[in-house]
């Protein structure tokens, strides 16, 4: 009995580890996607989302977590891409200084 326990967690570790490094490759696959559609959107002079502007507003004054709030609503991200993005726009920010 103690054989068919061990042999199903081990199973199930083997599953999770699989699924852990699947989901690790796509989001550094996406990643490198981003960064290519943003050099796409840099050189043919794309605009930028004009929500940019009004969470920039939000950073400056303070209120990131209505920020992050904003973004989520209007760009329907999950709250750690909210705050990604926002942290994004925090560096750009920094480095406009």
């Known amino acids: 009995m103690e054989y068919v326990l061990i042999s199903i967690c081990l199973l199930v570790a083997i599953v999770v580890f699989s699924i852990w490094t ?18 796409i959107a840099n050189h043919l002079d794309i605009p930028e989302n004009p929500i940019n502007d009004e969470l920039r507003k939000l950073i400056k004054e303070g209120k990131d ?16 891409e909210g705050k990604e993005y926002i942290d994004k726009l925090k560096m750009e920010l920094i480095i406009r200084r």
Do not use: F, P, Y
């Open 22 to 39: 699947k989901m690790e490759k796509l989001e550094a696959r996406m990643k490198g996607m981003q960064t290519t559609i943003d050099q």
């Open 65 to 80: 977590i209505k920020a992050v709030k904003k973004a989520r609503e209007m760009l329907g991200l999950s709250l750690l």
